[in-house]
Nanobody, 120 residues
């Protein structure tokens, strides 16, 4: 099973930026970012396939950018203009099958998560 390790989380003020990274132990066709705030379900943030086709949840469109470096199996999430409602644990996900779904079901591998906190 692929191993996923996230990094780059932290605490920022409203309007700030963070860049999350996810290092995968081996290449996967599709990868994505999910997040989970306390007391809420895990939700899809953005997903990307090997040809860099992307999907975003509506609340982050225009602020977040997902990208990947296939050469070293690394996934990124550039987060700009952060809001308090973006505060959550962010998880990297991957699958060998083809999906751009923002639902949890198709995703088979998960990282341990990295915390993002946005304060006003």
């Amino acid at each position: 099973e692929v191993q996923l390790v996230e990094s780059g989380g932290g605490s920022v003020q409203v309007g700030g930026s963070l860049r999350l990274s996810c290092a995968a132990s081996s290449p996967r066709l599709c990868m994505g970012w999910f997040r989970q705030a306390p007391g809420k379900e895990r939700e899809g943030v953005a997903t990307i396939n090997s040809r860099t086709i992307t999907t975003y949840t509506s609340s982050v469109k225009g602020r977040f950018t997902i990208s990947r470096d296939n050469a070293d199996s690394t996934l990124y999430l550039q987060m700009n203009n952060l809001k308090p409602e973006d505060s959550a644990m962010y998880y990297c996900a991957a699958t060998s099958g083809y999906t751009l779904s923002l639902r949890r079901d198709p995703w088979r591998a998960w990282g341990q998560g990295t915390q993002v906190t946005v304060s006003s």
